[in-house]
């Protein structure tokens, strides 16, 4: 067999000289990085780029300007609203189905985990449909709604749901394997010392996954006021009542207020760099927290 300096200098049959193997694929590794550098500027930079550039085109007084108009004020604090419903709820049934999934075997386990994966399967405008057919005046449910007066869809109840639907998975998805990995002798080893079920969740099991639910939390909140195509299809779009912000885009777009369209739309891209940025710090802490480890 060859030795590993053999292997790395290879005669050249043309010229005598020896080069390393890695030297000649180091072509490869540049047009692969240009290809991924080209996509990202056509697909990403440029579009958001131009988003910018039309929303600052008459300067930081009409930019402002745009921002404390009564329809964006109403379309802004509905999209709050929405998410600081869906956010709670969200984590609470996440945190619940975690903990059955990860500490427990029962028939159905891996059933449940498909059902919790669904709004990752299926369109978001499925699932505004999907509500419509159930909570829609010709829906299973319309007519005991509206015998009760209760309204659902084109109202803030449908959007609340729609964006709960598809939100659902983030919190339970990104508790799962942390709860998994971290086992459960200090939890069971907290009980022997005697510690309640609460205590042992606040002060054992809390901790160990305040990383894994806090990025669960952070992606719930983007996506909740982010969320386009299921709310879209419950809400009517209607200015000041049902109208959240990436649905204001929408609107002021078709309207040809193209300035007030660019301005919201640099607001839902400030909260996406503070997303990202906020992902950013949680995975260096969860690293952090593994070396130490």
């Known amino acids: 067999m060859r030795t590993d300096a053999e292997l790395f200098n290879t005669p050249d049959a043309s010229s005598g000289r020896r080069v390393a193997p890695r030297s000649q694929g180091a072509w490869v590794k540049w047009v692969l990085i240009g290809i991924a550098v080209l996509y ?37 604090k509905l999209t709050l609203l929405i998410a600081a419903i869906a956010l709670p709820i969200n984590t609470i049934f996440g945190l619940c189905a975690a903990w059955a999934i990860a500490r427990h075997q029962f028939p159905g386990r891996t059933l449940l985990l498909s059902i919790i994966d669904i709004p990752f399967a299926i369109s978001p405008v499925v699932a505004g449909l ?48 942390v709860l998994e990995e971290a086992g459960t002798d200090q939890e069971e080893a907290a009980k022997t010392l005697g510690a309640s079920d609460w205590q042992t969740f606040w002060r054992v099991t809390l901790p160990n996954i305040r990383w894994g639910l806090l990025y669960g ?9 982010g969320e386009f195509g299921a709310v879209s299809v419950v809400s009517g779009n209607i200015i000041g009542k049902t109208q959240t912000l990436p649905l204001y885009v929408e609107e002021a777009y078709k309207q040809y207020k193209t300035p007030e369209a660019y301005s919201a739309a640099v607001l839902l891209a400030f909260l996406a760099v503070i997303t990202l940025v906020l992902k950013e710090i949680v995975e260096r802490k969860t690293r952090i927290k593994d070396v130490e480890e």
Do not use: C, H, K
């Not at 829906?139 to 005991?144: A, L, S, Y």
């Open 217 to 225: 939390l952070i992606l719930t909140n983007a996506r909740a006021m």
């Open 40 to 76: 990202l500027t056509l697909i990403l930079f440029i579009p958001a780029l131009n988003v910018f550039v039309q929303a600052f085109r008459n300067g930081l007084g009409s930019f402002f300007s745009n921002l404390v108009s009564q329809p964006f004020l109403n379309a802004v």
């Open 130 to 177: 999907m509500i419509v057919l159930l909570y829609g005046r010709n829906g299973w449910f319309g007519p005991w709604l509206q015998a009760n007066d209760l309204r659902i869809i084109f109202a803030v109840p449908g959007m609340v749901l729609a964006t709960m639907f598809v939100t659902m998975p983030f919190v339970a998805r990104e508790v799962i394997p």
